[in-house]
């Protein structure tokens, strides 16, 4: 009886999972579907699901419209050139806030997190204004920088939950065979943060990459990364459903490919310390 | 092949590659900001001609039309220098012009022709009499309409009908068993989606935005007439949901069959037409936007212009590329490899005079629409601003955005259109009182 109850829960919960699962990603597979269809299929009622004529000739007009290889390098170089330099300078800093806190860690912690409730229209015009003055515009550089500072006070805040979790005595130890600090970080801290350092990246790679306030307000033709890509398929007047799907689909691919590859890791690192 | 020879080919392919990297790096560039339509994209493919022409490369920066919008404005104001030509409409030229934010355009060539851009576009792209935008295509609204439905409810569309017509006109076609609403319009809140719509229809009823001192006008009866008029029709007639609806959608269902009229942009007339994307291709008529027959229809003009910026460092590069855009000879080019029907539409007297575009089945009733609004008179009583679906000042855009997410609110029910009403007076009010009107 309770071996059936059991197995009866399993499907459930399994069942539940996948549903769940498959209502999040709907979206996606429906835009990935969406780029195989013809215009007139793509805004047919009722919608076809499977059964249509499948065609690339969406993915060929947006290729032949748009430099893709420029857009997606540009990407990859804001988003990660802004992750790799956030983690390298939040890494110290969680450091000291987790192992050697002062009386105001906390706040500064707070304060650092209530930056991101500033809308970011609220500083366009200042960090325009210094873009134009450091001749940064429409270049990655300004994107890089900014990008960190946005993303900051999140790497900071993974990685103290990470360092924390990490036992104070095994630093102590290290310490007491000689370790500098520097090596303790390097050598002792870093290798047992791991997963949250690989998850940080990911997570903060991803919010880098899907980053569309800064990269079109400060972007035109050289540093526009994939947003300005889609952004380039969108009309309010005369909208190409299947062309902006394959934008989009072009777009969000390298993403999806690197999520899946590295799904284990990025979950192990979510679930760092979850659960003691 | 010897060695020596193998050499000298070599060190010639590379001369010659580098002299050409070298010229390319070093010939003058110009950027464009842009937006994503048909006509635009279609430039842009024929951009290498310019460039061959010229020797000047271009860089095309295309957006979607708010976030262009917000990007050059950005720009502009802060004389970013990023864009050596923006694609600007009629409501920002006039206000852009006037604040010295763009280079006029009063030393166009001989050779252009700027006498031959049409009246109604040179004026709405205009401040003080001096051009500041040259019009790439021009676009007004129509009524597009399904012949076989208007022939089985047993009427027949006027050229010039009245609102009353077409209420009943879309009572007769509505049937919604089998998914056929009489018709479709934008009740899409933001104020070039749904607000644009409203306001050109406000003009036909009489109503304006403001008073010659600048004092808001919607707790008038001729806008109680209009936005009532608008939503009886509409929960009548109308598809389900149309208060969500603005440009996009009202597309999709005319192109899938499931509206009896459409009043919306004349651009749109290509879109149904083409029957690789429209089931109705082959039974679409035309007429001009109603009335109520107290003098103005409910129309609207617009148009997608080229202009300079102050800034720019490459102002005679920019102007060579207006010039050769917006000219008579790239229509002809246009045409010449894909027809008459694509050419862009609305800037130009010549085009409508041209024999071969008179045979486009919708560019009679485009250029009917277009001439019949009046930017500078755009309402039955007199008003202190320029524009048909749009006060050509400032403030206006936020105004707008506010007022038509109200109406949009009473027509999907949230409120009445009374409520409505007395909070856009409200806010108008307020926000012209604070921006000292």
């Not at chain 2, 306001?199 to 001192?213: I, K, L, P, Q, V």
């Amino acid at each position: 009886m309770a071996r059936s109850t059991t197995t009866r829960r399993k499907i459930i919960t399994t069942a539940a999972a996948w549903a769940i699962g498959f209502t999040i990603f709907f979206p996606i597979l429906w835009t990935i579907l969406t780029s195989f269809k013809t215009e007139a299929q793509a805004i047919s009622d009722p919608p076809v699901f499977l059964f249509f004529d499948w065609t690339l000739e969406n993915y060929a007009v947006v290729q032949e419209r748009s430099n893709y290889m420029r857009f997606l390098w540009n990407s990859v170089i804001i988003a990660g050139g802004s992750t790799v330099l956030g983690v390298l300078i939040a890494v110290p800093a969680a450091w000291s806030m987790a192992f050697v806190p002062s009386r105001r860690t906390k706040d500064i912690l707070l304060w650092m997190l209530s930056t991101k409730m500033l809308p970011a229209v609220g500083v366009l015009y200042p960090i325009y204004l210094i873009c134009i003055e450091l001749g940064l515009l429409d270049s990655r550089i300004a994107l890089v920088v900014i990008l960190m500072l946005i993303n900051l006070p999140i790497i900071v805040w993974m990685l103290y939950t990470y360092f924390k979790e990490i036992p104070g005595e095994i630093l102590e130890a290290a310490r007491m065979d000689g370790a500098s600090l520097k090596e303790e970080i390097l050598y002792v801290l870093t290798p047992m943060a791991i997963p949250g350092i690989a998850s940080t990246l990911l997570l903060n790679f991803i919010l880098a990459w899907n980053e569309a306030f800064w990269t079109l307000n400060l972007t035109a033709a050289k540093a526009a990364p994939l947003t300005a890509f889609i952004a380039s398929y969108s009309s309010p007047e005369g909208l190409f459903y299947a062309k902006l799907s394959a934008a989009s689909t072009m777009a969000i691919a390298p993403i999806l490919i690197l999520g899946w590859f590295s799904q284990k890791q990025l979950v192990r690192g979510l679930t760092f310390g979850a659960v003691k | 092949m010897s060695l020596k020879s193998t050499l000298s080919a070599a060190t010639a392919l590379a001369l010659v590659t580098a002299g050409g990297a070298y010229a390319e790096a070093h010939s003058p560039t110009i950027t464009i900001a842009t937006v994503n339509n048909g006509d635009m994209i279609r430039m842009q493919g024929y951009t290498d001609q310019f460039t061959e022409q010229t020797g000047i490369n271009v860089e095309w920066v295309t957006l979607e039309e708010n976030v262009l919008r917000q990007r050059v404005t950005t720009d502009i104001t802060t004389s970013g220098g990023q864009f050596d030509i923006m694609t600007i409409g009629m409501y920002e030229t006039p206000i852009w012009g006037s604040n010295g934010w763009l280079v006029p355009l009063d030393n166009l060539s001989d050779d252009y022709d700027a006498g031959d851009i049409l009246p109604a576009m040179a004026g709405g792209l205009s401040h003080d009499g001096t051009l500041y935008a040259a019009p790439f295509y021009g676009e007004s609204s129509m009524i597009m309409y399904r012949t076989d439905l208007m022939e089985a409810a047993g009427l027949e569309m006027p050229e010039a009908p009245t609102w009353e017509f077409i209420r009943d006109a879309a009572a007769a076609m509505t049937d919604r068993d089998n998914d056929i609403n009489g018709i479709c319009l934008r009740g899409k809140a933001g104020w070039g989606e749904g607000g644009a719509f409203i306001t050109a229809m406000s003009n036909s009823f009489g109503a304006r935005w403001f008073d010659e001192e600048w004092n808001a006008q919607f707790d008038t009866e001729a806008w109680a007439n209009t936005v009532n008029f608008f939503k009886d029709m509409m929960d009548a007639s109308g598809p389900a949901g149309y208060a969500t609806n603005g440009f996009n959608e009202n597309l999709s269902l005319f192109q899938q069959g499931n509206c009896g009229m459409w009043i919306d942009a004349t651009v749109a007339a290509s879109f149904v037409t083409n029957p690789n994307d429209s089931t109705v291709a082959d039974s679409v008529g035309f007429a001009l936007a109603p009335d109520t027959g107290l003098g103005k229809r409910s129309n609207w003009l617009w148009a997608w212009a080229l202009a300079i910026p102050a800034g720019t460092q490459q102002q005679a590069e920019a102007l060579q590329f207006i010039e050769w855009a917006t000219s008579k000879d790239y229509i002809e080019l246009v045409a010449a490899n894909e027809g008459w029907a694509n050419v862009p539409p609305g800037a130009r007297t010549s085009l409508y005079e041209n024999p071969n575009y008179q045979d486009v089945p919708f560019a009679q009733m485009t250029l009917d629409s277009i001439l019949s609004a009046d930017p500078q008179n755009p309402t039955v009583d007199p008003v202190p601003y320029v524009g048909v679906q749009f006060a050509a000042i400032p403030e206006f855009a936020g105004i707008a955005s506010e007022v038509s997410q109200e109406f949009s609110a009473a027509y999907a029910g949230q409120q009445t259109v009374e409520e409505a009403l007395a909070k856009a007076q409200d806010i108008t009010t307020e926000a012209m009182e604070a921006a000292g009107y």
